[in-house]
């Protein structure tokens, strides 16, 4: 079930493509959001993936360390708002519940800073052009 998850992948991947095709004014902050909501269910499939032998170890080590930094938040804030009791075992919906607590959060942060990035690009200009940068790129 959790090789399914590396499947997410394929979420910020269209998202890349569609908004590079449709030419959008804010396509680092839907690239944000769309990676946000994925990153943690991701993370955690590439962890499962270390039985296979030289690849897998390499794809696991990247879940490990995007799990580190992305898994335990979605924990800890259900901890602290009283939904998960401390030292128990997780069950498979609450690991469920977790990931979707994961996925909002990245999700709005990570579409907070590829919002900072469209608004630095859109008001920066390219001096040989004397236009926005946005203007630039789509001609």
């Excluded at 804010?26 to 690849?55: C, D, E, H």
């Amino acid at each position: 079930m959790s090789q399914w998850l590396i499947f997410l992948a394929i979420v910020p991947l269209t998202c890349l493509h569609l908004t590079k095709n449709m030419q959008t004014k804010k396509r680092f902050m839907w690239n944000g959001i769309a990676f946000g909501m994925v990153v943690a269910p991701v993370s955690f499939g590439l962890i499962q993936m270390t039985y296979i032998p030289f690849i897998g170890k390499l794809l696991g080590l990247v879940g490990v360390v995007g799990n580190l930094t992305h898994g335990s938040i979605g924990y800890l804030c259900l901890l602290g708002s009283g939904v998960l009791e401390m030292n128990t075992v997780i069950t498979a919906s609450q690991l469920v519940m977790i990931n979707v607590v994961n996925g909002v959060l990245f999700a709005y942060i990570y579409g907070l800073i590829g919002y900072a990035v469209d608004r630095k690009l859109a008001t920066e200009s390219v001096p040989a052009l004397r236009m926005p940068v946005h203007t630039a790129i789509s001609k």
